[in-house]
């Protein structure tokens, strides 16, 4: 007989993330998702100025950012946050498919992941 080797999930190592979406349920439903795949979500927030805040306080490595928030757009909070001393990489997400955005400027911003379509993975992959 053989030696069973240990199940090993495809968990990536772990990232301290932040999400950042005006919609509690969206929040709560993301947070589920990527910490069931090893992520530690270190906190959350509803707005720009909340997210802001929330990246100097918590410095997380990623930020899962809507593009559609109440005070700001997500594109061009992705230009302050780039401004930081230690920006954190930027995942863009929002309902509305990638073309509608336009150009994002911000060197933070990684890439884009439609809501119907997130996952860990899919964050994973576009992270160096």
């Known amino acids: ?4 080797l240990p199940f090993r999930h495809n968990h990536p190592v772990s990232r301290r993330i932040l999400i950042v979406d005006d919609h509690a349920g969206f929040r709560a439903t993301a947070r589920r998702v ?3 795949d090893g992520y530690e979500v270190v906190g959350e927030a509803a707005d720009v100025a909340s997210a802001i805040e929330a990246i100097k306080r918590l410095q997380p490595e990623v930020v899962l950012l809507d593009v559609q928030l109440p005070d700001r757009d997500g594109v061009e909070a992705a230009t302050t ?3 930081f001393p230690r920006a954190p990489a930027v995942v863009l997400t ?3 498919p990638r073309d509608d955005l336009g ?4 060197d933070c ?3 884009f ?3 119907d379509e997130l996952s ?9």
């Open 120 to 128: 860990a993975a899919a964050i994973t992959e576009l992270l160096p």
């Open 94 to 96: 929002s309902s509305r």
């Open 103 to 106: 150009p994002i400027k911000a």
């Open 34 to 36: 990527l910490e069931a």
């Open 109 to 111: 911003v990684h890439g």
């Open 1 to 4: 007989m053989g030696t069973a």
């Open 81 to 83: 946050i780039d401004d």
């Open 113 to 115: 992941v439609p809501k």
